[in-house]
């Protein structure tokens, strides 16, 4: 049993937390916490050993009668692997400890690309993982991408990708957070760093990005061109692309009888079946989108930016660890998280 | 003097109005208008005749205690050309009101293109309105479109255009319009209708159009890619991409020492300079945006839907009747309305 400690429960602590204890060759360690608030007691309701991320702050889990079993010190020592799931740029500031322990650890994909020996994606670069100390798991908007991009390039080979993000604010938790009745370009200066990131999983793509920002909360919405290699046999019609990418494990083809406008109806479609937090782990495309023009395909996509990475950094933790190839972990992943929509 | 009458007095027809009033070679018979609500007050105290544009709605100007000068129907045959602000769709059930009266008429880009002689965009097709009965003033995201692409197509040739419109969900005043906490492709299937109507202005482009709806009302978004002719001598840089377009008269280059992150601070910018209801007649790209990669040209750029057309429909009315060419009328409204931020 893979021993997994996850150092940081918000967003995405707390997700890939619960899907590590889902897997049947992982056991949860314990998770790590900076406060005490209502997702520390959370943790704690899960039967979760709950470890303070900081030491100066024991006493406030104290104070709030939050029971801890160590210091995050202990839990990183415990685990043969540890999730970084903290908030950007902490995990830099995390791998000395990591190294301290000779524990190998995942990133998030706030951290810079140097950080690591390895960015991930499941579906495309799995087996660079393998034995690596120090691995990122790429950005929901990279993961989303990579997901799209990877069956494309394999079927067709993709002359120049030019996509158009146009990103939530910020998650419904994150009241700070803005814009209110705007809609922002972000940032101004091209490209957007996405196309740089899905460079470290795609390192010979062609690739422009642009990014926005607009008032709402629950998804981002990827405005994507991808124009095919035009020296390949003929270009497939959008009906065929519709059927390469229904054959992908973490895409979910939004179809017209489905009557989904949006992130708002797509929230409601996971939540009336029951999913954990109303979480959509799969890129959404919108299957009416999909068009080719020449040799330009266009789509739309929304990309559920907490949680599209878990199962990600599940199978990461396999990937790292050398315990399952890429079909296994997938496979075994979206079994047990119950995947497909 | 050119008599000038304008159907409809909502956000376009006011505005247009307004801008009849000060160019020197046209006057303002009066205005018509459906209900008697609060612009119907504002014609009065602007002292704009003003006309029942439903026969049988008459009495409810006197309900309400405000002065009518007649009929729509009175108010077509008194003009020598009438723009029509009307609702889309109401355009084309006016057009046998026009014809009757032997009257030509400018339409808003609401309205079909098949309804018209000719669609209309000051830089870019002046000269085709000549003569013309009836012509459409192309729509605010189209104008905004072929504003851009003119000097590009004259100074480079464009291979293809790509563009995404992240769309204002409405106007600040339609408060029954969404949508709220979301973004939606829309329309779902593409491609939008902007690029077709592109082509109705340039008919030989290469266009396809993506478009979403979001949360915001103050203006639309363009997150634009036009792939030079890679056949021209050599591609031009960003900057002096940047000079070309700071040439033109109806585009804003907003410089990063201005410090605008988006449509709130453009208004704001338009407000405090003393523009009439904060108007943003002008394309405003971001400079910083402006970027060559390869053969691809990308920028952002702001559209205030309420305002852009405006100048553009006072040109059209000197096309149509053939009283100035493209240069000098563009010179005169630019002059008199203040363009030039």
């Known amino acids: 049993m893979i021993q997994v400690a996850v150092n940081g429960y918000g967003t995405i602590g707390k997700r890939v937390a619960d899907a590590v204890t889902l897997q049947p060759d992982m056991e949860l360690v314990g998770v790590a916490k900076t406060s005490p608030n209502h997702e520390a007691e959370l943790a704690a309701e899960n039967g979760y050993p709950l470890y303070a991320a900081v030491e100066d702050r024991i006493e406030l889990f104290d104070a709030a009668g939050i029971e801890l079993a160590g210091t995050v010190d202990e839990l990183v020592d415990a685990a043969d692997i540890v999730v970084d799931a903290c908030p950007s740029g902490i995990g830099a500031e995390n791998r000395p400890l990591y190294e301290a322990h000779d524990t190998p650890a995942l990133y ?15 579906r495309a670069n799995y087996a660079d993982a393998e034995g690596a100390d120090h691995v990122r798991v790429v950005s929901c908007n990279t993961t989303g991408l990579s997901r799209l991009f990877a069956p494309l390039e394999e079927a067709y080979g993709v002359e120049k990708a030019r996509v158009t993000l146009v990103r939530r604010g910020g998650d419904p938790g994150q009241t700070d957070r803005g814009p209110i009745n705007d809609i922002l370009p972000n940032p101004v200066a091209l490209p957007s760093h996405h196309g740089p990131d899905v460079n470290t999983i795609f390192p010979d793509l062609s690739i422009d990005t642009l990014g926005l920002k607009v008032p709402a909360t629950l998804m981002h919405t990827h405005s ?3 124009q095919l290699d035009p020296d390949a046999d003929g270009m497939p019609s959008a009906d065929e692309v519709r059927e390469l990418l229904a054959e992908e494990d973490r895409t979910f083809m939004i179809q017209s009888r489905h009557d989904i406008d949006g ?22 495309v919108w299957t009416e989108s999909v068009s080719v023009e020449d ?8 990309i ?8 990600e950094n599940v199978d990461a933790i396999r990937a790292v660890l050398g315990t399952a190839d890429a079909g296994e972990s997938r496979e075994r992943t979206d079994e047990t998280m119950g995947m497909g929509l």
């Open 108 to 122: 998030q994909g706030g951290e810079d690309a140097d950080l690591v020996d390895t960015s991930f994606n499941a």
């Open 224 to 226: 994507v061109n991808v």
């Open 263 to 284: 992130a708002g109806k797509l929230k409601e479609y996971a939540l009336d079946r029951g999913r954990p937090r109303g979480d959509l782990w799969e890129n959404c």
């Open 295 to 302: 040799d330009d395909l266009y789509l739309f996509q929304a």
């Open 304 to 311: 559920h930016q907490e949680s599209d990475v878990v199962p």
